[in-house]
């Protein structure tokens, strides 16, 4: 359904408790319109989301592809001019061009920049329902099938959302089967994410670990070697790497761990690694930000299992 909004129902009106949009658009609709308030609170939105079971696509693109995906949305808010084209992702996920049971709400730009606190460069957000994540050995098995998961990348405690976003992208378009994230790493699914992936976060099969390091014992009962992205006094070089007898024939398998900005990987994960590997590097340069040596990596270890 297409939900008109005015100045009546800025952000003081949802966070005061939505009395007023309450009479205005009705209890329910009320409700779904304050999941967009205090968008730029991370801390707030890490709470309201997890509790309410929903991440938020921003921009047409990144809602094409958490639709194609599978993903269900809660509701939409568009800026007026963007609604044209918006209608066909919402007849594609709702089944009309109108949205069905699922609320639309359409208003000014300034009325949306207001409400969510920032001002929306392409017009459109949309509150989507969370998927049930796979658990680790489902990923393991298969995460693409009929092909069987050879490379999947582990991303230990990083904070950055855009980092994580950056990785999941560069993980879509060098043929990353699966990442794994450790229970500390940002969620992929914040706003933030999503969007420097581009929508890709919703194309790459992923899942959180329960335990880490622990979860390694996984890993290698699937068979994975498993390096470690790291500057130590054994580090092989990443050329010599891909060169070893271990990452050729059908059934090599590799799992990449990349560690946090700043500290990098703890002590425990290079200790439990198979090896430690290093990006060579000119001009006194000796390491790269996470999501530039994710690419990198993910590009010189394409041949695994070939």
């Known amino acids: 359904m297409i939900i008109r909004l005015d100045d009546s129902c800025g952000p003081d009106v949802i966070r005061d408790g939505g009395a007023h949009a309450s009479d205005t658009i009705g209890a329910t609709a009320g409700s779904l319109l304050a999941d967009y308030t205090s968008l730029t609170d991370v801390a707030l939105r890490r709470r309201i989301e997890t509790e309410r079971g929903l991440y938020m696509a921003e921009s047409a693109t990144v809602i094409e592809r958490a639709i194609a995906a599978g993903h269900r949305p809660r509701s939409f808010l568009v800026s007026a001019r963007w609604l044209p084209t918006l209608r066909p992702l919402i007849a594609a996920a709702t ?25 929306l460069h392409r017009g459109a957000l949309a509150a989507m329902q969370r998927p049930q994540l796979p658990s680790v050995v489902q990923l393991l098995t298969s995460a693409l099938p009929p092909q069987p998961t050879r490379r999947v990348v582990v991303l230990e405690n990083l904070v950055d959302h855009t980092n994580v976003g950056a990785a999941f992208r560069s993980a879509a378009a060098l043929g990353i089967d699966a990442v794994l994230v450790t229970p500390s790493c940002a969620d992929p699914l914040y706003r933030r994410s999503v969007r420097v992936s581009m929508g890709t976060v919703f194309q790459v099969p992923w899942t959180r670990l329960e335990s880490w390091p622990g979860d390694i014992a996984l890993l290698r009962d699937a068979g994975f070697t498993l390096a470690s992205l790291a500057l130590c006094e054994d580090s092989i070089s990443l050329d010599d790497f891909v060169a070893l007898p271990a990452l050729r024939g059908p059934d090599a398998r590799l799992a990449i761990v990349m560690g946090t900005e700043g500290h990098g990987l703890g002590k425990h994960t290079i200790a439990a690694s198979d090896y430690t590997v290093k990006i060579p590097m000119d001009h006194g340069v000796d390491s790269l930000n996470v999501a530039a040596a994710s690419a990198v990596v993910f590009w010189a270890t394409r041949g695994v299992g070939a």
């Open 95 to 119: 089944g009309s061009f109108e949205g069905g049971e699922v609320p639309v709400f359409v208003a000014p730009e300034e009325v949306l920049e207001r409400m969510t606190g920032f001002h």
